[in-house]
């Protein structure tokens, strides 16, 4: 007996390795694959296909890892539920799935949202998931085995637009920090990560915005970045304080801001088309824009070039430093709304159409890959060791259906 116990209690101590993948844009928040991350280059429905998993009802969501357990949120409309799921990394299989909320999803989303839109975030002990329902942004802490041990509201979600939510909040040391984008009583909220409590809660309104926040070390200054509402404004995550902001021209946001040592770069769209660079130093200076835009997926930034695959299809390489650009090349069409993702020297780039482009980081192009997977992906892909993760749907008959696929030769 005193075994069992002891081993039950080793299973549910989380174990958390720089090479997981346990939020929304992995360990660094810069959508950067561990070193240790091989996955593969080629692949289709039947070719280097480890695993695959039917997923119930519909998500945007990407999946985090952690050890041997994936986690996904997901949205059931003809059930009326949103949960997360558990799969088994290594056999697919799924451990369990928890219903968070039934009843009282939101009645209209965007075509292009769904009603699982925020990624998990492990925590210490936990994972949280958060959910718009009932007219508010409710977050809710599961244990590993699946059982919820608390749901509270981080405030009323009433936006001028039905478009649904799609910031996924940031995880700063006991602080989980929401991002409720609305034209009104919009604001940035942090919440105790163990207990819900509401810690520190700043205005942040002017247009609904959908941007996900993060946190990062920049000019020296550890700072809380958010774009949208015509700005980019910089938070002390401690405390909520507003530090500095800048002039942007886009009012509505989806993406996470990206950084180097002393800049930080945003793109987004209405009203109208920017892409910039601006000081972290807290003088607000644009240091350079032009009118590229990337609406719902986000930059990349590695060794002072900043990447960008515009909403046309088209990949930009910028100099982080200048806005100077080193090249330009048409990578897909048919839109896109998940994020490059750097593994090694390559970047994988997956349209809405389900195909990903694969190619070189540096200051020349090079196409590696191109394959196709499904009929359309929304959520960003996942490089843990050498499995690839992938969301995907697929269209049989005129119904759709979800999928979690993982890649390895």
């Known amino acids: 007996m005193r075994l069992l116990i002891a081993t039950l209690a080793f299973l549910s101590i989380p174990s958390v390795h720089a090479d997981d993948w346990p939020q929304w844009r992995g360990p660094n928040h810069d959508n950067i694959a561990a070193p240790s991350a091989t996955p593969v280059t080629e692949w289709s429905a039947d070719k280097n296909v480890r695993w695959k998993t039917p997923i119930p009802g519909r998500g945007h969501s990407t999946p985090i890892v952690v ?55 492990r925590t210490g002990d936990h994972v949280l998931v958060t959910f718009q329902n009932d007219e508010k942004v409710m977050v809710s802490a599961v244990t590993p085995d699946g059982e919820i041990t608390w749901t509270k509201s981080a405030g009323d979600y009433r936006p001028l637009y039905s478009f649904g ?16 984008g609305t034209k009104d009583n919009g604001s940035v909220v942090a919440m105790d990560a163990k207990s819900g409590e509401i810690k520190w809660r700043t205005p942040h309104d002017g247009h609904d915005n959908w941007a996900t926040p993060v946190v990062a ?13 015509g700005l980019l404004t910089s938070f002390d995550p401690k405390t909520g304080k507003k530090l500095w902001s800048a002039p942007l021209s886009p009012q509505s946001t989806c993406g996470t801001v ?9 793109s987004g769209g209405y009203p109208s088309n920017q892409t910039a660079g601006i000081k972290a130093d807290g003088s607000g200076t644009v240091v350079w824009k032009n009118p590229e835009r990337c609406y719902e997926q986000s930059l990349l930034s590695h060794d002072g070039l900043i990447y960008a ?21 048409r990578v897909g069409r048919g839109g896109i709304m998940a994020s ?68 390895g030769d």
Request: charged share 25%.
């Open 309 to 329: 695959v515009t909403d046309s299809g088209i990949a930009f390489c910028w100099d982080a430093a200048t806005g100077e650009r080193v090249w330009k090349e």
């Open 340 to 407: 490059p993702l750097l593994v090694g020297d390559l970047i994988y780039t997956t349209f809405k159409n389900g195909k990903t482009t694969i190619f070189k980081a540096g200051r020349s192009f090079e196409k590696v890959a191109e394959n196709q997977l499904g009929d359309d992906t929304y959520a960003t892909p996942v490089a843990v060791g050498d499995d690839l993760l992938i969301r995907v749907g697929k269209v049989t008959e005129g119904e759709r259906s979800e999928m979690l696929y993982c890649l």
């Open 165 to 180: 939510y799609g910031s996924t909040p940031v995880l700063h040391n006991e602080l989980y920090i929401v991002v409720i």
């Open 258 to 266: 990206v950084w180097t040592d002393d800049m930080v770069f945003a």
């Open 67 to 121: 050890g041997s357990v994936i986690y996904l949120t997901t949205a059931d409309l003809g059930a009326n539920k949103q949960s997360l799921i558990a799969i088994d990394r290594k056999a697919g299989k799924v451990i369990w799935n928890t219903t968070i909320h039934e009843q009282k999803l939101p009645s209209e989303v965007h075509k292009e949202n769904s009603r699982a839109s925020a990624t998990a975030q």
């Open 217 to 229: 070390t920049v000019a020296g200054k550890e700072q809380l970045l958010l774009s949208g509402v």
